[in-house]
């Protein structure tokens, strides 16, 4: 029996206790569990107690151990000091205060159930009931409810189904955890959500994140004004590197198909430093800048927009905006004609960026989520449903 309690307490990995006790029932194992040390520090006096007066078990539920549900039986003992005549109660800050399960088998069961087990097959596996499935699951983790508008928030949409059937999400950038997610990505409907808000919560709110979207940008404009717009610096790069593309698509076309493969091969190295490329590379890049001054032109824009974010300050960081604009408005190149006129219709809002510093990466990152969640789910017909999982499955527990 010493060796089964030997493997049950490496199968446990709960290095800070020893088995004294184990019970095999028919719907689970009951393990007593005691903490190794034989004394403690009284917290008075400092003087180390080691004679015990009583004791008090108590229950919690672990992950199974060979198939059956765990229930652990920790017995706290209670030392009578010898200097002070205090009685303190040994501690532990493996598990939590006030809780009936430990964190490892909460996380296990609502990944679980997030990913589509059955709920009943996991009931019966961990010993649990269906309802403390789903407040483990949904309400615990705030799963069912709205939470409430910070400083900073993203919005951005994604697809509920393929085609032009979209959602709209909402983030709080500074907690890191989804706002809301609700039906449509029109304007009014935005416009409808927010104004379901209390107006303290809409007072709280000072930057919107958000990528060039008209329909999100008028709505945004309507609920809080025109100064808390930020437009997301990866998605100005984006337009500015779709620009490059361009241009070598028009470099491609005059050059031979060996040539145009080899040039289609540079395409990951074309925006990275000198420091990041072997001299096979540079040279190739330098002689492909040298033979096609278009090429040359659009590359060292684009370089030179990536490098604007850096800056740190508003009003020289508006000023070497405005000279990229009129670089790229004077030049022949097409695309950078038109990433001009973008960035003019975005000026403002993209200069926020240096003020506020926030992007929408997060939100993006939730939009793969989402994208995860409904292909596991095979799709999400009930809308509630789909809001509760985003929730569940984004926001911390």
Not at 192 to 211: H, I, M, T
Not at 370 to 386: D, P, S, T, V, W
């Amino acid at each position: 029996m010493l060796m089964d309690f030997h493997c049950i307490e490496a199968l446990l990995e709960l290095p800070e206790f020893r088995v004294i006790h184990l019970e095999m029932r028919p719907q689970q194992l009951e393990l007593h569990l005691e903490r190794r040390e034989t004394s403690i520090v009284c917290p008075r006096c400092q003087t180390c107690c080691s004679r015990v007066q009583e004791s008090r078990p108590r229950c919690l539920r672990d992950l199974p151990i060979l198939e059956r549900p765990v229930m652990l039986w920790l017995h706290l003992r209670r030392f009578a000091c010898c200097g002070c005549r205090h009685r303190p109660w040994e501690t532990s800050t493996t598990f939590g205060e006030r809780v009936q399960w430990t964190e490892r088998l909460y996380h296990q069961v609502r990944a679980e159930f997030l990913r589509g087990c059955p709920g009943n097959e996991l009931a019966r596996r961990y010993g649990l009931s269906a309802r403390t499935l789903l407040r483990w699951t949904f309400e615990r983790s705030r799963g069912g409810r709205p939470r409430q508008l910070g400083r900073a928030i993203g919005i951005d949409e994604y697809a509920r189904r393929k085609g032009h059937r979209s959602n709209t999400l909402i983030v709080d950038l500074e907690s890191g955890q989804p706002i809301a997610t609700f039906k449509g990505r029109r304007a009014e409907d935005v416009i409808a959500w927010f104004n379901s808000r209390p107006q303290a919560e809409r007072d709280r709110v000072e930057v919107v994140v958000l990528d060039m979207s008209k329909t999100f940008f008028a709505a945004i404009k309507a609920v809080f004004g025109e100064q808390v717009h930020v437009i997301d610096r990866f998605h100005v790069v984006q337009q500015a590197v779709s620009a490059l593309d361009a241009v070598l698509r028009s470099v491609q076309k005059q050059l031979d198909p060996e040539e145009a493969k080899a040039l289609k091969k540079l395409r990951k190295r074309w925006l990275k430093s000198a420091d990041q490329l072997n001299v096979d590379e540079l040279i190739a890049r330098y002689e492909w800048r040298r033979r096609f001054p278009a090429l040359r032109e659009t590359l060292n824009w684009v370089q030179d927009l990536r490098k604007w974010f850096d800056r740190k300050y508003d009003k020289p960081a508006r000023e070497a905006l405005v000279k990229l604009i009129e670089r790229a408005s004077q030049s022949v190149q097409e695309p950078l004609q038109r990433i001009a006129g973008t960035l003019t219709r975005w000026f403002d809002p993209i200069v926020r960026y240096i003020r506020y510093r926030y992007s929408n990466g997060l939100t993006e990152g939730f939009n793969n989520k989402i994208k995860l969640i409904q292909r596991m789910a095979y799709g999400l017909r009930n809308e509630h449903n789909r809001r509760k999982r985003i929730l569940a499955w984004c926001g911390a527990p």
